[in-house]
């Protein structure tokens, strides 16, 4: 048998780094303590430096649109394709060698797309900012297509969600979502069922349209940082990212509280136990 090799590349994340462009707007709010910049492709970032922590920078960014803009032909696709391409991982880098390529930085960034909105999250310790900032592009640019990494995730969380839906807590959680929106088939706990309609081409074709126009994106950055060394770095990696010109909004899926009065018995589980929700 032949011995285990632990493959850990050594090429950089980004093996092209894009050439920084001027900040088209910059606006001071001191009553706020914020600085909110604008980069020619629309991109806009709101910084606001902060002492809580001496060793955290945190990144929001959002933009309208998320799963309220898919089909219903495509909609489990949509639904997971975020986890889709946090699992695959991105440029030459799957996700194991990307965790081992980060080895020894405090950085963490993951796409997002919920049902109104779609985005990014991610924390750094200061000394890796540069890093974060790369990982963000990659997300935006060069993502990867896996379809063994889709298979083992469908795996995996068909398990979890197995095993949720037979705990009676969460079976209530469930239920509750589908007597108040009349079983609206985008409100419930996603089933391991759902699943099994998750196709790779039409969730990488999903991700990559959310994420095809940077121009309508807003990033926020709070925590230990000099606006002033956050400025190039930003306008290296945010403002050199694509845009399209589209004017996007989210759009209502029709998931309507039902009228009248209902009345259900649910029985699940064992023991005695109670549970009030007021909506």
Same mark, same amino acid.
Do not use: C
């Given at each position: 048998?032949a011995?285990?090799?632990d493959?850990v590349s050594?090429?950089?994340l980004m093996?092209?780094?894009?050439?920084?462009?001027?900040?088209?707007?910059?606006?001071?709010r001191p009553e706020?303590?914020?600085?909110?910049?604008t980069?020619?492709?629309?991109?806009?970032?709101?910084?606001?430096?902060?002492?809580?922590? !001496?060793?955290?920078?945190?990144?929001r960014? #959002?933009?309208?649109?998320g799963?309220?803009?898919?089909?219903?032909?495509? +909609?489990?696709?949509a639904?997971?394709?975020?986890?889709?391409?946090?699992?695959?991982?991105?440029?030459? #880098?799957d996700?194991?060698?990307?965790?081992k390529?980060?080895?020894?930085k405090v950085?963490?960034v993951?796409p997002?797309?919920?049902?109104? +909105?779609e985005?990014?999250r991610?924390s750094?310790?200061?000394?890796?900012?540069?890093?974060?900032?790369?990982?963000t592009?990659?997300y935006f640019?060069?993502?990867?297509?896996?379809?063994?990494?889709? !298979?083992? #995730?469908?795996?995996?969380?068909?398990?979890i969600?197995?095993?949720?839906?037979s705990?009676?807590?969460? +079976?209530y959680m469930?239920?509750v979502?589908?007597?108040?929106?009349? !079983?609206?088939?985008r409100?419930?706990?996603p089933?391991?069922?759902d699943?099994?309609g998750?196709?790779l081409?039409?969730?990488?074709q999903?991700?990559k349209?959310? #994420?095809?126009?940077?121009?309508d994106?807003?990033?926020?950055?709070?925590?230990?940082?000099?606006?002033?060394d956050m400025?190039?770095?930003?306008?290296t990696?945010?403002?050199?990212?694509p845009?399209?010109?589209?004017?996007?909004n989210?759009?209502?899926?029709?998931? !309507?509280?039902?009228?009248?009065?209902?009345?259900?018995?649910?029985?699940k589980?064992e023991?005695p136990?109670a549970q009030?929700?007021?909506?």
């Amino acid at each position: 048998i032949a011995a285990y090799v632990d493959k850990v590349s050594d090429e950089p994340l980004m093996a092209n780094l894009p050439a920084a462009v001027a900040i088209a707007k910059e606006e001071e709010r001191p009553e706020v303590g914020i600085t909110e910049l604008t980069f020619p492709n629309g991109v806009k970032a709101i910084l606001k430096p902060t002492t809580f922590k !001496n060793d955290e920078i945190l990144m929001r960014s #959002f933009s309208p649109g998320g799963t309220s803009l898919a089909g219903e032909e495509d +909609y489990n696709s949509a639904l997971f394709s975020d986890n889709v391409v946090l699992e695959s991982g991105i440029a030459t #880098f799957d996700q194991s060698q990307l965790q081992k390529k980060l080895t020894g930085k405090v950085v963490r960034v993951a796409p997002y797309i919920g049902e109104l +909105y779609e985005g990014l999250r991610g924390s750094v310790s200061p000394k890796d900012v540069e890093t974060m900032l790369q990982l963000t592009h990659l997300y935006f640019t060069n993502i990867r297509e896996d379809e063994d990494a889709m !298979n083992s #995730f469908k795996t995996k969380q068909g398990a979890i969600l197995k095993n949720l839906i037979s705990q009676p807590r969460y +079976y209530y959680m469930d239920q509750v979502q589908h007597i108040q929106f009349d !079983n609206h088939p985008r409100r419930g706990i996603p089933s391991a069922e759902d699943l099994n309609g998750v196709e790779l081409e039409k969730a990488m074709q999903f991700y990559k349209d959310r #994420f095809a126009d940077a121009g309508d994106f807003t990033f926020l950055f709070v925590g230990n940082f000099k606006v002033a060394d956050m400025k190039p770095l930003l306008a290296t990696y945010l403002g050199t990212l694509p845009t399209q010109g589209r004017k996007e909004n989210w759009k209502d899926v029709g998931a !309507n509280y039902v009228k009248g009065k209902v009345v259900k018995q649910l029985v699940k589980g064992e023991a005695p136990k109670a549970q009030v929700n007021l909506t």
